[in-house]
């Protein structure tokens, strides 16, 4: 386990905090696409006619291989306007938690 999340829970347990998970599947839908990403209709949504069409795609979607690592892109550039500094502690407290939810 990563040091920094060692002592985060060292200090909620101290103190007695609550720990919270949050899991955010729409996080993606925030996200933009840099590459042209083609995906089959979902079943249900196909329009008659128009079977072997495909969709486009302009925005992320959950379950994208390129989802997660566009998102932690556009996080790092939102945290560094901030004057935050990553640090190898921070990335792995980041792993972790993705494992974990």
Request: one cysteine or more.
């Amino acid at each position: 386990m990563a040091k920094s999340l060692q002592i985060m829970l060292a200090i909620a347990a101290w103190y007695y905090y609550e720990i919270w998970q949050m899991n955010v599947k729409t996080v993606f839908f925030n996200g933009f696409v840099e590459e042209e990403i083609y995906v089959d209709q979902s079943e249900g949504y196909t329009v008659v006619g128009d079977e072997q069409k495909v969709c486009h795609l302009q925005r992320l979607i959950y379950g994208l291989k390129q989802a997660s690592q566009s998102w932690t892109m556009h996080f790092d550039e939102v945290i560094r306007g901030y004057d935050f500094v990553k640090n190898d502690f921070d990335c792995d407290i980041l792993r972790i938690l993705y494992l974990i939810g």
